[in-house]
């Protein structure tokens, strides 16, 4: 991605030099904690995933160190994704006589506190809605890398900061909040149906600010995305973690799912097309 020498927001907190307060999640073996990073960076709901986390929480040290030439490198690549969705998000809440609220974002490492709770580094990035700010754990990308066989690069960072500023625009939207009262009183299953419908339309809006971004992409981007979308699937998840995939138990998607709904929102250019709810309902 063509990024270097860019706008970059000024919507982001950099705490990566130092962790003080938080907790840090133990017990349960690495790969409970790594699936609960996949949920965390899916969008699953923070308040009750974080909770799990701090069940198995001891308060975590403090830290002060200065950051590597990469990491400092890497939080202006973050930065500068965040002012393209910015510029994405109003331009699209413009042209529909809406005003946007832009999230913040902060990095971090090792632990963080937020207004859904303290998380530990093995949250991997989320949304908040309670603070409006997306938290990513850069790091966990090489864990996507070398645990569940993403690819890697770049535009699989953009991704996942695209969906996750996507369950923001579900936020203000008031999109969540209406999935949340829907799942009241439906089955397990039926709710897990709805988690699904709004997991894929994160999926479509990080595809429609690609769609957007077309004159910054570059060769390959678009695969390291859908590398990542692939790697995240449900079904690519429970095979990796017990070997056995059950439908029922579906929050986020398919691979597949993830991977083609991403791909309609950048083909399209359209946010009247990221209806996935509609499967679901009728």
């Known amino acids: 991605m063509k990024w270097q020498g860019r706008r970059k927001s000024s919507n982001v907190e950099d705490r990566r030099g130092s962790s003080t307060g938080g907790k840090v999640a133990v017990g349960g073996g690495i790969i409970g904690l790594i699936f609960l990073a996949i949920q965390l960076f899916s969008g699953g709901d923070p308040a009750e995933i974080i909770q799990q986390l701090e069940n198995q929480s001891v308060p975590a040290s403090t830290e002060q160190r200065e950051l590597t030439s990469e990491e400092r490198q ?4 973050s930065a500068t994704v965040l002012a393209d969705t910015e510029d994405v998000w109003n331009e699209i809440f413009q042209e529909n006589n809406m005003n946007y609220k832009e999230p913040g ?24 809605p309670a603070d409006q700010k997306v938290y990513m754990d850069l790091v966990f990308f090489e864990e996507l890398r070398t645990r569940f066989g993403a690819e890697g690069g770049d535009f699989a960072i953009a991704y996942v900061i695209a969906h996750e500023v996507g369950h923001h625009v ?3 939207l008031g999109t969540s909040g209406k999935v949340r009262q829907l799942q009241q009183g439906r089955s397990q299953a039926d709710a897990n149906e709805l988690s699904v419908a709004l997991e894929l339309q994160a999926d479509f809006y990080a595809g429609l600010w690609a769609h957007y971004n077309k004159q910054y992409l570059e060769a390959g981007d ?31 998607g398919t691979s597949k799912q993830r991977m083609d709904w991403f791909m ?19």
């Not at 890497?74 to 690549?77: A, E, P, Q, S, Y």
């Not at 995240?232 to 995939?245: L, M, N, P, W, Y």
């Not at 359209?270 to 996935?276: A, K, V």
């Open 74 to 77: 890497l939080g202006d690549f």
């Open 105 to 128: 974002m902060v990095l971090f490492s090792n632990s963080v506190q937020t207004a859904c709770g303290g998380a530990s580094a093995a949250s991997g990035p989320f949304y908040c």
């Open 170 to 172: 579900q936020t203000i």
């Open 222 to 252: 678009i695969q390291e995305a859908m590398s990542a979308a692939k790697a995240v699937g449900d079904d690519a998840i429970q095979k990796r973690t017990t070997g056995r995939v059950v439908p029922d138990a579906f929050t986020h």
């Open 264 to 282: 309609k929102g950048y083909n399209s250019g359209d946010i009247s097309q990221g209806d996935t709810f509609s499967a679901v309902l009728n």
